[in-house]
C-alpha cells in the first residue's frame, strides 16, 4: 500500500507543466478518493495522503538537484535530499484536505469539499516562509498553443487558484455518474467558447508600449558564482544588446526601444561601475535599457536587483527583490547553524516605474513573478518586465514551470509580461497569456517584441484572491451543509 502511494503520487504529477498529462490528475485523485473512502482509521488515511503529497512534489521539483549541483562542492550532501526535503513541507497541504473531506458521506458533496479543502491549501502555501506556490494545480491547463490560451482565459477572473478549484472538482467529477459527466461535457463546452470569445474579441487600452529587446546570453552558472569568465561574460551582452537593439528599430517605427538584460547579467555592481555603464549605453546606441546586477547599499548588505539605464548610461532607477528564495537567497531564522555562505537582503516591495520610452512598466525579479494576486503594486503599469536567471534549473521542468507562473500572471492582470532568463527560457505574452516570441533553452540570442497595449484592469487584478478564496468558501460551506444534512 505504501508503494501504491509514492507510485500513483509521482505519476498524479506528470499533470503539471511541461508534461501536461490531464487525465493524470483525474486517476490521482480518484485513487486519494478512493483512499478517505475505504480507509479504516484517521493515522491510515493520514498516512495515504502524506506519502502521495510527498511523491507527488518530489517528482514535480525534481529539478532541485540541478541547483544543488552547481555548487555541489558546498552542499554535496543535500543532493538526494532537496526535493525530497521541499516535498516534506509541502506534503500536509495535501494530507490535510483528504482527511477533512470525510467530514461528509461519501458521494457528490465529499468530492466538492475535497476540491474545496485542496484549493484552499493550495493558497496557504503562500505563507510558508517566504511562500512557495510553485506548481499550483490549476497550472495544468497551460498547454501550449490555442488549446492553453483558450483554457486559462477564467484566470482573469478567478485567478490561478481558481482554476485549482475547477480542475480539481473536474477531475473528481468525472467518476461520479453518467449524468455528472454529461453535465461537466456541457460546462467544459462553456468554459471554451468563454476562453474564445475572449482571446478573439479582446479589449485593449488605448496606450502604446515600447518594443522590447530581450537577451538571453547563456552563460553557464558556475562562471556566474565564480566570476569566471566575467570579461567575456560582458562582451557577450554588449553585442547581444546592440544586435537586439538593430532588430527592434527595424520593426520599432515611431515606438520607443528598450532592451532587457537576465537576473544576473552584469556580472558586478553595476551601480558603482560608471564605466561600464557608458560602454552599455554605447552598445545600446541611444535606448533604454533594464539590467539585473547585484547592489550593496553603505552598511554593506547586499541586494538583488533591476536597474534602470537611460540612453547614457546613468542610473534613473533601482528596484531591489522583494521576495527572496527560502534556503536560496536567504536562511530562515529558526535554522541554528549556518547553511548559506552570502544571504541576500530583501527589497521595500514591489513597484510600478513611470519612465521616458520605458514607460509605466513592473520590474520584477525571478521567483517574485510565482505570487499570485502579488504581482503588480497599487499603481497598475502598463506591463511587466520579469528577469530570470534559471541557469541553476538545467535543462529541466523547472524553466518551463516558471515561464507557466509568468504566461499565468498575464491572464490574471491582463498586462503584457515579457521575461528574459540567463540561458532560458525568455519568451513574452500579450495580456491574454498568448505567446508572441521565445527563444529556447541554452540558446545565445536576442528576442524583439513589439509589446501590444495592455487589457483594462482585470477582476482578479481589481480583486485579488479573494475571487478564488469566496468561491471555495462558499463551496466548502454548502457541500458541509448539505452533506451533514444528508448524513
Known amino acids: 500500500m505504501i508503494l501504491a502511494d509514492l507510485v500513483v503520487g509521482a505519476l498524479t504529477a506528470l499533470a503539471l507543466p511541461p508534461v501536461y498529462c490531464l487525465p493524470a490528475l483525474a486517476l ?12 479504516t482509521t484517521t493515522r491510515q488515511l493520514a498516512l495515504h495522503g502524506f506519502l502521495f503529497g510527498l511523491a507527488f512534489h518530489t517528482a514535480a521539483l525534481s529539478w532541485l538537484t540541478n541547483a544543488i549541483l552547481t555548487r555541489v562542492h558546498e552542499f554535496w550532501w543535500a543532493v538526494p535530499i532537496a526535493a525530497p526535503g521541499c516535498a516534506l513541507i509541502l506534503a500536509p497541504f495535501i494530507m490535510v484536505p483528504v482527511l477533512l ?36 494545480t490549476g497550472s495544468i491547463v497551460e498547454i501550449p498553443g490555442v488549446i492553453g490560451d483558450i483554457l486559462i482565459q477564467p484566470a482573469s477572473v478567478v485567478g490561478v487558484d481558481g482554476l485549482t478549484f475547477l480542475v480539481v472538482l473536474i ?86 526601444v528598450v532592451y532587457l538584460w537576465p537576473e544576473s547579467g552584469f556580472p558586478g555592481l553595476l551601480d558603482e561601475e560608471e564605466g561600464a555603464r557608458r560602454i552599455i549605453a554605447q552598445a545600446a546606441d541611444g535606448a533604454w535599457g533594464m539590467i539585473g546586477s547585484d547592489r550593496r547599499d553603505a552598511e554593506n548588505r547586499f541586494y538583488n536587483s533591476i536597474m534602470a539605464l537611460d540612453e547614457s548610461g546613468r542610473i534613473q532607477a533601482i528596484y531591489d527583490k522583494a521576495t527572496l528564495v527560502p534556503f536560496g537567497e536567504y ?13 541576500l537582503t530583501p527589497g521595500k516591495g514591489l513597484a510600478t516605474w513611470s519612465l521616458p520610452v520605458l514607460g509605466a512598466v513592473a520590474p520584477m ?54 521575461q528574459a532568463a540567463n540561458m532560458g527560457i525568455t519568451a513574452a505574452f500579450d495580456g491574454s497569456g498568448h505567446l508572441l516570441g521565445r527563444l529556447p533553452w541554452g540558446k545565445p540570442d536576442s528576442l524583439v517584441v513589439a509589446l501590444p497595449p495592455p487589457h483594462p484592469p482585470t477582476i482578479f487584478s481589481s480583486c485579488g484572491r479573494t475571487v478564488p478564496l469566496s468561491l471555495c468558501a462558499l463551496a466548502a460551506i454548502l457541500a458541509l451543509l448539505f452533506g451533514r444534512r444528508r448524513k
Request: one cysteine or more; a positive charge.
Open 28 to 39: 490521482g485523485l480518484l485513487y486519494l478518493y478512493r483512499c478517505a473512502q475505504d480507509a
Open 101 to 136: 473531506c470525510r467530514l461528509v458521506p461519501a458521494g457528490l458533496m465529499r468530492m466538492v469539499l475535497l476540491a474545496a479543502l485542496w484549493t484552499l491549501a493550495d493558497m496557504g502555501r503562500v505563507y510558508i516562509f517566504t511562500g512557495f506556490p510553485w506548481n499550483p
Open 365 to 418: 525579479v525571478c521567483y517574485e513573478i510565482i505570487f499570485s494576486g502579488h504581482a503588480v503594486s497599487s499603481k497598475r503599469p502598463y506591463w511587466i518586465a520579469n528577469i530570470t536567471n534559471d541557469a541553476w534549473f538545467g535543462n529541466s521542468a523547472g524553466p518551463r514551470q516558471h515561464l507557466a507562473t509568468a504566461r499565468m500572471r498575464a491572464v490574471e492582470e491582463g498586462l503584457p509580461v515579457v
Open 331 to 343: 536562511q530562515p531564522r529558526f535554522i541554528p547553524f549556518n547553511l548559506l555562505p552570502d544571504q
Open 171 to 256: 477531475g473528481l467529477l468525472v467518476w461520479h455518474s453518467n449524468r455528472t459527466r454529461a453535465v461537466l461535457a456541457g460546462l467544459v463546452i462553456v468554459w471554451g467558447l468563454g476562453g474564445w470569445y475572449r482571446l478573439s474579441h479582446p479589449i485593449l487600452m488605448p496606450v502604446s508600449n515600447p518594443v522590447v529587446a530581450l537577451l538571453q546570453g547563456n552563460v553557464q552558472e558556475k562562471d556566474i558564482l565564480t566570476r569566471n569568465g566575467a570579461l567575456d561574460a560582458f562582451r557577450l551582452y554588449l553585442r547581444l544588446t546592440s544586435e537586439g537593439v538593430a532588430k527592434a528599430r527595424d520593426i520599432a517605427a515611431d515606438r520607443p
